[in-house]
């Protein structure tokens, strides 16, 4: 599964890896490599994408005001 580029400016989005592959991206230049057992964080107001990998990408996401 990809996600396109997107920013949530008063939302924290947590992706739990699950199964695959793929990359995890933040602000076009930091890429994070994503597998089954990564936490993926990004903060309020970042703009982040996901890219599976050939197998694809199973993952949970979680969201969360950023004033808790």
Request: glycine share 12%.
């Amino acid at each position: 599964t990809n996600i396109p580029k997107e920013v949530h400016p008063k939302t924290t989005q947590v992706f739990v890896i699950q199964t695959g592959s793929g990359l995890g991206i933040i602000s076009r230049k930091l890429k994070f490599e994503l597998k089954p057992g990564v936490l993926f964080w990004v903060p309020a107001g970042l703009e982040h994408e996901i890219v599976a990998g050939k197998e694809g990408l199973g993952f949970k996401t979680i969201y969360s005001n950023s004033l808790h």
